[in-house]
């Protein structure tokens, strides 16, 4: 099922809390919709759980449904340069058969939403675990999924960019890929270079006693205390933690951990007063995630009957050196086909 963003989300505002999505961003979140091709499986609204009001917009473009093909039929419409190897991965990756096709599962979208203004260029992530959305076949090795890992980066990079992957960055990629640990694997990476960084995000999801010891084979620059705490916060809550890796030439010292929660889960509960104790999550913030509801009845556009609405929640930490921890929240949502359409 394919959908447009704006109106999408115009019937999603009213689940929104106030305090996590103000009026203002709100706004600024719609006029990057209404420029975006109708083309979301799903969608998150990425929110900074302290006292920023920026909410920056993240679009799933599932390859199943359609979206890579969808993408293609807009060619004449996406002329920037980053929309023009978005084109040229999706005209691989809808070919029947090959690499990109059997390996990404999906693509996120990202777009940095900075006030009412033109549609930023959006940065790229492709989903290079094919299994993301579906149970893991028991008989697969960590060095069969690493391998094809190995394969998509190879491939999908060059397209993202324009350009050969550097040398230098495409080793330092390796050795993170192959220095997981047993259990752990690559969910998705895409380059940073709309945000005019020359680096390669990296996502890997590990059980979430092994990170310490991941971070110290790779040779993380960044402060290890700081990783550590973030860590012992969140794996009270998840068997396993995603683990966000900017990768050059080395390793850079920036970290994101994050974990997915369950809409109105009183569990994590706990967490969030440690969030606000901290002051990572202001009172209101607080008070508002527990509102953003796991499933919700809304009319689709074009639609005669109400479809529903699964909504998902996530909850990342980032640390970065000589800074306190960030703290956000992804508040995710995906219609499901009504039954008559």
Not at 247 to 261: F, H, N, Y
Not at 318 to 323: F, I, L
């Amino acid at each position: 099922m394919l959908v447009a963003l704006d109106p999408s989300l115009a019937l999603v505002a009213p689940l929104l809390p106030s305090a996590l999505v103000c009026p203002g961003a709100l706004r600024a979140l719609m006029a990057t919709a209404s420029e975006l091709p109708p083309v979301a499986s799903g969608a998150a609204l990425e929110c900074r759980l302290g006292s920023s009001e920026r909410v920056d917009l993240v679009m799933a473009v599932s390859g199943h449904a359609g979206g890579h093909r969808a993408l293609l039929r807009r060619r004449g419409e996406l002329v920037s340069p980053v929309w023009r190897r978005v084109l040229d991965f999706c005209a691989e990756w809808a070919r029947p058969g090959s690499l990109l096709g059997v390996e990404v599962p999906a693509v996120w979208l990202e777009f940095d939403v900075v006030g009412e203004r033109h549609a930023p260029p959006p940065l790229v992530f492709p989903c290079v675990d094919r299994h993301m959305f579906g149970a893991r076949p028991p008989g697969e090795t960590d060095e069969a999924h690493r391998a094809a890992c190995a394969q998509v980066i190879t491939r999908a990079l060059p397209l993202l960019l324009g350009s050969e992957l550097d040398p230098a960055v495409d080793a330092a990629l390796a050795r993170c890929v192959a220095l997981l640990p047993q259990r752990a694997h690559v969910s998705y990476l895409g380059p940073l270079a709309p945000r005019g960084r020359e680096a390669i995000r990296l996502g890997a999801a590990l059980p979430s006693g092994a990170i310490s010891g991941y971070l110290d084979r790779i040779g993380w620059p960044g402060p290890t205390r700081q990783a550590e705490e973030a860590a012992s916060m969140l794996a009270p809550y998840a068997s396993r933690i995603s683990v966000q890796l900017d990768v050059g030439a080395d390793v850079l010292p920036i970290l994101g951990l994050e974990i997915e929660c369950t809409p109105g889960d009183r569990s994590f509960a706990p967490l969030l007063d440690a969030l606000s104790a901290r002051g990572l999550c202001t009172p209101a913030k607080r008070e508002a995630l527990p509102l953003w509801p796991r499933e919700a009845q809304v009319a689709l556009p074009n639609h005669r009957w109400p479809s529903r609405i699964n909504g998902w929640l996530s909850l990342k930490l980032v640390v970065r050196p000589d800074e306190p921890p960030e703290a956000k929240v992804y508040l995710g949502f995906a219609p499901s086909l009504p039954l008559f359409g």
